[in-house]
């Protein structure tokens, strides 16, 4: 399995942008990355996921290094609700469909 | 549209006994998953229905675990002797084919086994 590496806590001010780094150097040329996030007591949600270009939607925006060994997740103006713990996801071996979490980095977003 | 609704919402039984998960996915989604958080653990991935069928069943803990997902619709998860290390969260999630990782999670079951 694809596995990530992220760190396990950050702080954020409500309204800046959360940087939400990811280590993946063992991810494969043709494997995305998947961002979701789990706010307490709740399922995780998906998020985003790219493979090489960044991408943008209405959650947040994913920027890919050029060699794919990390990525940054961005929460452009980081809200109270946004406090979650944010995974940063590999796919599993072999083309399976399960998503791999780890322990994933929980932001706190402060008033 | 509704999303993923699992039953019940909390559980409580006694080593030895037997419970039933259920999971009523996104309709149309042919895809459905099961994962678990363990106390203290990360979420693992349990297994992988396509329609009726397992894909992957890989994550299954032991045979103490059985999933059926009868007419590819809602699917459900049975733990028969029920043991204290089985206690955690049950997620099930589903996606449509081809969204390959999107899924979409239900709010889970917490199961405590005394």
């Known amino acids: 399995d694809a596995k990530t590496t992220q760190p396990p806590s950050m702080d954020c001010a409500e309204g800046r942008a959360a940087n939400l780094p990811c280590n993946h150097s063992?991810?494969?040329?043709?494997?995305?990355v998947y961002w979701y996030r789990q706010i307490h007591s709740q399922g995780p949600q998906y998020i985003i996921h790219?493979?090489?270009n960044n991408e943008t939607n209405e959650m947040a925006s994913l920027i890919i290094t050029e060699d794919r060994k990390s990525s940054t997740l961005i929460l452009p103006h980081a809200t109270l609700r946004d406090t979650a713990v944010y995974y940063c996801?590999?796919?599993?071996?072999?083309?399976?469909?399960?998503?791999?979490f780890g322990k994933g980095t929980k932001l706190t977003v402060n008033p | 549209e509704a999303g993923v609704t699992q039953f019940p919402s909390h559980s409580v039984i006694e080593k030895g006994q037997t419970v039933t998960l259920r999971c009523d996915p996104i309709?149309?989604?042919?895809?459905l998953y099961w994962y678990r958080r363990v106390m203290g653990k990360e979420i693992k991935f349990l297994l992988h229905?396509?329609?009726?069928?397992?894909?992957?069943e890989s994550g299954m803990p032991n045979n103490r675990f059985l999933a059926e997902r009868t007419g590819g619709t809602y699917s459900t998860l049975k733990v028969q002797p029920a043991e204290l290390e089985d206690s955690g969260v049950y997620f099930c999630?589903?996606?449509?084919?081809?969204?390959?990782?999107?899924?979409?999670f239900g709010p889970g079951t917490r199961l405590t086994v005394t």
């Open positions: 790219g493979l090489k």
């Open positions: 996801i590999g796919p599993g071996q072999g083309g399976s469909e399960k998503l791999v």
């Open positions: 999630a589903s996606s449509p084919l081809g969204l390959l990782h999107e899924q979409y």
């Open positions: 309709s149309g989604h042919d895809n």
């Open positions: 063992t991810i494969s040329g043709n494997e995305y």
């Open positions: 229905f396509v329609k009726e069928s397992k894909q992957d």
